[in-house]
């Protein structure tokens, strides 16, 4: 099969960009059947944006507490429950040393 630079139209931007005759066969090599919607500039616009919401994902809300063992004031990331103890991350290290195997 024979592959022919093709005209193909963002549909992010609108442009008109060539999907070339070399990735075609690459796509096809690679077991994809469809065409590349996205221009390559907003191919690289989305992953970045990926990127980024990934990011904001991983950032949690820190909450004030005062460290049941050294009184000084910490965050932490859970809503500290009355009753329970909250350490500052000093003392929560020295009373669960890290794990090791
Ligand atoms: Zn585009
Ligand atoms: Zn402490």
Redesign the pocket.
């Known amino acids: 099969m024979a592959f022919q630079d093709k005209s193909l139209q963002?549909?992010?931007?609108?442009?008109t960009?060539t999907f070339s005759a070399e990735e075609q066969e690459t796509f096809a090599s690679r077991g994809y059947t469809n065409e590349p919607k996205?221009?390559?500039?907003?191919?690289q616009?989305k992953r970045a944006d990926r990127q980024d919401g990934g990011y904001n994902r991983q950032r949690q809300d820190m909450f004030s507490a005062t460290c049941a063992q050294c009184g000084k004031d910490t965050e932490v990331p859970f809503k500290p429950t009355e009753g329970r103890p909250v350490y500052c991350r000093d003392c929560y290290n020295k009373i669960r040393p890290a794990r090791g195997r």
């Open positions: 963002c549909s992010d931007c609108g442009t960009f996205r221009c390559p500039s907003c191919r616009t």
